[in-house]
C-alpha cells in the first residue's frame, strides 16, 4: 500500500482516528507522517506516569473533565501533608498514611490499573494448592455475601455446597 500523501513510498504507519463516530483511516509513509506531525519518538512525547494517572482520575462524565478530587475525602494527607492534587501531578504518595487518607479516590484507580484493589500477590507452584484452595473460599464468601443479600437463595446454596466441598478437601488435605 502507498503513501495515501506522497503516493511514492510504501505506507509504513497506519492512522484510525474517530471524530464524533466518524472513523477516517490513513496510511502514511514515515516521512509523511513525521511532516504532518503524526510520528514522534517516545523520548519526543510527552508521556509520563502522572499524565497517565490524570488520565485514569478522568470521571465517567466524560473525558477531559476532571475528577473533584474534594468531595468527601481531606484535602491533603494528615501525616505528610501531601495534597490529593500532589498525587495526580506527580503520581506518587508521601507516606504510608496517604493509602488510608485518600482511599476513597484511589481503590477506583487501583481497581482500573491492576483489576483489584486488594494485593494478593503471587504463590509459589509448590504452595499453591492450599493457598489457591483458601483464596477460592474466600471469593465464594464474598460472591455468598452478596447472593443472599441480593436474595437469590437457590445460587447462594450451590456456592455454600461449594465451600463446604473445598472447606472439606483443605481439611483432609491438611
Known amino acids: 500500500m502507498l503513501c495515501d500523501k506522497c503516493k511514492k513510498r510504501p505506507a509504513t504507519v497506519h492512522i484510525t482516528k474517530i471524530t464524533n463516530g466518524v472513523k477516517s483511516e490513513t496510511?502514511?509513509?514515515g516521512e509523511c507522517a513525521r511532516e504532518e506531525g503524526e510520528l514522534t519518538l517516545i523520548s519526543e512525547s510527552t508521556f509520563s506516569f502522572p499524565s497517565l494517572?490524570?488520565?485514569?482520575?478522568?470521571t465517567q462524565a466524560g473525558i477531559g473533565a476532571t475528577?473533584?478530587?474534594h468531595n468527601h475525602v481531606s484535602a491533603d494527607c494528615e501525616n505528610c501533608g501531601l495534597q490529593l492534587s500532589d498525587f495526580t501531578g506527580k503520581g506518587f504518595l508521601g507516606c504510608s498514611h496517604c493509602y488510608s487518607q485518600f482511599?476513597?479516590?484511589?481503590?477506583?484507580?487501583?481497581?482500573?490499573?491492576h483489576g483489584n484493589s486488594v494485593h494478593t500477590g503471587k504463590v509459589p507452584k509448590r504452595l499453591?494448592?492450599?493457598?489457591?484452595?483458601t483464596?477460592?473460599?474466600e471469593n465464594l464468601r464474598r460472591n455468598l455475601a452478596r447472593l443472599v443479600s441480593d436474595e437469590k437463595y437457590e445460587e447462594a446454596a450451590v456456592v455454600r455446597d461449594e465451600i463446604k466441598a473445598l472447606e472439606k478437601r483443605l481439611s483432609d488435605d491438611g
Open 128 to 133: 499453591g494448592g492450599k493457598i489457591g484452595i
Open 53 to 58: 494517572l490524570t488520565g485514569l482520575l478522568q
Open 27 to 29: 496510511h502514511l509513509c
Open 103 to 113: 482511599g476513597s479516590k484511589l481503590e477506583p484507580l487501583l481497581r482500573r490499573i
Open 135 to 137: 483464596r477460592e473460599i
Open 67 to 69: 475528577m473533584p478530587i
